[in-house]
């Protein structure tokens, strides 16, 4: 439980950072903000398919089927179906981010996800702490752009600098609240820790298939996408180093 919070922690203060930045009207190189993106793409995908998927199958068998289109689903309703514009990476579209109440809107989005970022941090180190070790990594490759994202949405609304750092924070919040939440589940019902890792399988799978490639892939600079493989050979060292020590 202890390093699970740690884990949420740890990404929480990513997430403030991001925010803190743009608060303090500090640039940030566009170019690098991509690359974090697409790294973090690339080890969350390769953490998906190598891991997250056949380990689900494993514990559940065909019924992981199902969770995981549950936790893709879920992913999808809030993000694009409640929020209308949701984007990674520092908001540069100043036209089309002018109100507050898209503004709020692009908050509650971010809220969702990080919600199930730190759940999927929790269910994955309480299914396999190994496991959720990794899935920390993948959760904080992104967790930095995602603050920029929050604190330059806010901005562009024309909200102030004081609840700029409110944004970031609540969102770094939801990641801790994520990642409590499968405690609670948990004490209910121990069994039920097998269909939540599945389902934070499809809510990974999403992140990094619908929310971070199709990001990358709108950038002007090709080295982005390349840069999405170098994530997945990351993901595969850092596993087998991570193996060799323990």
């Known amino acids: 439980m202890i390093t699970a919070?740690?884990?949420?922690?740890?990404?929480?203060?990513?997430?403030?950072?991001?925010?803190?930045?743009?608060?303090?009207?500090?640039?940030?190189?566009?170019?690098?903000?991509e690359i974090l993106l697409a790294m973090g793409a690339g080890f969350i995908l390769a953490l998906v398919f190598l891991e997250l998927l056949p380990k689900s199958i494993e514990a559940l068998g065909e019924t992981a089927a199902l969770a995981i289109m549950l936790g893709f689903s879920t992913i999808h309703f809030f993000e694009h179906a409640v929020v209308?514009?949701?984007?990674?990476?520092?908001?540069?579209?100043?036209?089309?981010?002018?109100?507050?109440?898209?503004?709020?809107?692009?908050?509650?989005?971010?809220?969702?996800?990080?919600?199930?970022?730190?759940?999927?941090?929790?269910?994955?180190?309480?299914?396999?702490p190994f496991l959720g070790l990794l899935i920390f990594l993948a959760v904080l490759l992104h967790k930095f752009p995602e603050g920029l994202t929050i604190g330059s949405i806010m901005q562009s609304a024309g909200y102030s600098r004081r609840v700029i750092l409110w944004s970031a924070g609540g969102i770094g919040i939801a990641t801790v609240l994520g990642v409590l939440s499968v405690f609670v589940v948990a004490s209910v019902n121990k069994s039920v820790i097998g269909y939540a890792f599945a389902f934070s399988a499809g809510a990974a799978t999403y992140v990094g298939a619908s929310d971070l490639i199709p990001e990358i892939n709108r950038s002007e600079n090709r080295i982005p996408p390349l840069i999405v493989f170098a994530g997945m050979v990351l993901f595969y060292v850092t596993e087998r180093w991570l193996e060799g020590l323990m």
């Not at 949701?86 to 109100?99: A, K, N, Q, R, Y």
């Open 84 to 128: 209308n514009h949701l984007h990674f990476g520092e908001e540069i579209h100043s036209d089309v981010m002018v109100t507050k109440q898209a503004g709020l809107s692009a908050f509650t989005g971010l809220f969702i996800h990080a919600f199930f970022d730190g759940f999927t941090i929790s269910a994955g180190v309480q299914f396999d």
């Open 5 to 33: 919070i740690l884990f949420g922690l740890a990404a929480a203060a990513a997430e403030f950072l991001g925010g803190a930045i743009i608060a303090v009207r500090k640039q940030w190189p566009r170019r690098l903000q």
